[in-house]
T-cell receptor
Framework: DAKTTQPTSMDCAEGRAANLPCNHSTISGNEYVYWYRQIHSQGPQYIIHGLKNNETNEMASLIITEDRKSSTLILPHATLRDTAVYYCIVRGIQGAQKLVFGQGTRLTINP | NAGVMQNPRHLVRRRGQEARLRCSPMKGHSHVYWYRQLPEEGLKFMVYLQKENIIDESGMPKERFSAEFPKEGPSILRIQQVVRGDSAAYFC?????????????FGPGTRLTVL
């Protein structure tokens, strides 16, 4: 599975959009980009995933660049409850069974 | 639809005792995964099971750890003769099928403390 690089930490003001970047320059054509978050040592929570097209659900939007080497998770109106560690994971057919978590981005939403 | 359930949520054991952690997957899910998160570290894959089969145990420590997912009942992660280094949060996830498009949903975890 391709490796991902994320900033260690980010801050965002409550009510603003939080944009979390992820680099995955070695991603291959059949690998998906997944995002999870972990709020204060709770179980990881699935957010969204995509292959090449941008995706949106009730939680967030995922923007994947045309070359697929990077992506951005967007939380449109961040709240204090969005404070968490956010993990970007590339998942392919090989070893598709397991998720490989990096260090993630610690996002802090400030009032 | 209930999510992934794990019990107990907290478990305290003395060195040398056995720990049994249980995971009930989401309804309709037949694939279970166990992950471990040591204090101040990221989550690490341990084992992947389908009903009655261990598919991938590449992340399991070689000794004292075992896992099963019987035809009936929850998946069990068993740690024999626990040591202080086993203190961690253990998370279970489930998915309906295997594959890169099948989302894994996590339970709340079991926090094991070894005294």
């Amino acid at each position: 599975d391709a490796k991902t690089t994320q900033p260690t930490s980010m801050d965002c003001a409550e009510g603003r959009a939080a944009n979390l970047p992820c680099n995955h320059s070695t991603i291959s054509g059949n690998e998906y980009v997944y995002w999870y978050r972990q709020i204060h040592s709770q179980g990881p929570q699935y957010i969204i995933h995509g292959l090449k097209n941008n995706e949106t659900n009730e939680m967030a939007s995922l923007i994947i660049t045309e070359d697929r080497k990077s992506s951005t998770l967007i939380l449109p109106h961040a709240t204090l409850r969005d404070t968490a560690v956010y993990y970007c994971i590339v998942r392919g057919i090989q070893g598709a069974q397991k998720l490989v978590f990096g260090q993630g981005t610690r996002l802090t939403i400030n009032p | 639809n209930a999510g992934v359930m794990q019990n107990p949520r907290h478990l305290v054991r003395r060195r040398g005792q056995e720990a049994r952690l249980r995971c009930s997957p989401m309804k309709g899910h037949s694939h279970v995964y166990w992950y471990r998160q040591l204090p101040e570290e990221g989550l690490k894959f341990m084992v992947y099971l389908q009903k009655e089969n261990i598919i991938d145990e590449s992340g399991m420590p070689k000794e004292r750890f075992s896992a099963e997912f019987p035809k009936e009942g929850p998946s069990i992660l068993r740690i024999q003769q626990v040591v202080r280094g086993d203190s961690a949060a253990y998370f279970c996830a489930s998915s309906p099928r295997q594959g890169s498009t099948d989302t894994q949903y996590f339970g709340p975890g079991t926090r094991l403390t070894v005294l």
